[in-house]
């Protein structure tokens, strides 16, 4: 049996479904397992916020994140979605994807720590 390739910790708190998913290395199997796992989650709890503590200290290429940004809009599309990111070199990246499923109608939004994050998530009236 193998082992899962990255944990994932998810927890209702209650007006928001938070994630943290950890990795040592970042492949397409790690994210479309933890973005299937945290979708579920949240719409089996019927929570339409989502706070990703995105521990991965890893990022597609630009020619990846169209396919992924793609992937993930269609996994978690209503949701109102903001990833912390504690690896700066990965903010390029990350915000890169964000723009790419933005232009196809995510509301997704990358942040460098979970306060700013959360009050953007439970401000309904930014959903840019």
């Not at 990255?6 to 990795?23: G, S």
């Not at 290429?61 to 978690?76: K, V």
């Not at 599309?77 to 690896?87: E, L, Q, T």
Request: proline share 4%; glycine share 6%; with cysteine.
């Amino acid at each position: 049996m193998a082992l899962n390739p990255y944990k994932l910790r998810i927890e209702n708190r209650k007006d928001y479904l938070f994630a943290h998913v950890e990795a040592d290395e970042l492949s397409l199997e790690i994210a479309h397992g933890y973005l299937s796992e945290v979708a579920e989650a949240s719409r089996s709890l019927g929570l339409d916020k989502v706070l990703v503590l995105r521990d991965i200290p890893a990022v597609f290429p630009d020619s990846g994140q169209f396919g992924i940004a793609q992937d993930a809009l269609e996994m978690l599309r209503g949701i109102k979605v903001c990833w912390v990111n504690p690896h700066a070199a990965n903010q390029p990246g990350l915000d890169f994807a964000a723009l790419v499923a933005g232009n196809r109608g995510a509301i997704f939004k990358i942040f460098t720590n979970e306060s700013d994050a959360a009050a953007w998530l439970m401000d309904d009236q930014d959903v840019s």
